[in-house]
């Protein structure tokens, strides 16, 4: 019989938790262990804090999400920071990437952004990388983090429509398809979100095999 450890999910973004619930479901690492990991979405706590995110790292922000979070619900927290970084934009958007175009949230508003500021960037010059980090906090002050990224190139117009985010104008090379244009399983297999996760949950697994959960 399978054991349960509860976690928080530090987010409100339903793709976002639909992405980890369905990574953490897979884990070969957790299910050896005989854990089953059960994610509690943060809508279930109405009266936990808002995280300003105002760190300049990805590292950063996750943890101190997590961190935060943990100590005000009294549960262990999984959250993650994640953005593109564009090379011919000096990096950015970076840590910016949700709130880019001034809004939060405002996909197609970020992506026409970003397009626009490529607009005379040639093909070779426009790589970029998704990058994700994920951190795990406890009431007690335990952390640890894992990290995912993925490389790729900026295209000239969006395509695809799965995903969110940047997905339809991030293009897979060796796919020949942007983010968007594939299934959630396909781009669970190569997202940088899917290589923290996967990261996350070989280190939670341990965390969880040493203290006998």
Do not use: W
């Not at 639909?18 to 854990?35: F, Q, T, W």
């Not at 697994?205 to 959960?213: G, I, R």
């Amino acid at each position: 019989m399978s054991r349960t450890y509860r976690i928080v999910l530090g987010t409100n973004n339903r793709h976002k938790v639909a992405e980890i619930r369905e990574k953490i479901a897979r884990s070969e690492a957790l299910r050896s262990l005989g854990v089953r990991v059960e994610i509690v979405p943060l809508s279930e706590f109405p009266a936990a804090p808002e995280i300003i995110e105002d760190r300049d790292t990805f590292e950063g922000n996750a943890v101190k999400k997590a961190m935060t979070l943990a100590r005000a619900l009294g549960m262990p927290v999984v959250a993650d920071d994640s953005g593109l970084q564009v090379d011919a934009l000096g990096g950015r958007p970076g840590v910016m990437s949700a709130r880019y175009a001034g809004v939060h949230g405002d996909y197609e508003a970020n992506n026409r952004k970003v397009l626009r500021e490529m607009a005379n960037v040639p093909p070779d010059k426009r790589t970029a990388r998704f990058v994700t980090v994920v951190a795990f906090a406890k009431p007690d002050g335990l952390v640890f983090t894992a990290e995912g990224r993925v490389e790729g190139l900026i295209t000239a117009a969006p395509r695809g429509t799965n995903g969110f985010g940047y997905d339809p104008i991030f293009l897979l090379p060796n796919r020949g398809l942007t983010m968007a244009q594939l299934t959630l399983a396909e781009k669970n297999a190569v997202s940088h979100r899917a290589a923290a996760i996967e990261s996350f949950c070989e280190k939670l697994a341990s965390y969880l095999q040493a203290q006998k959960v």
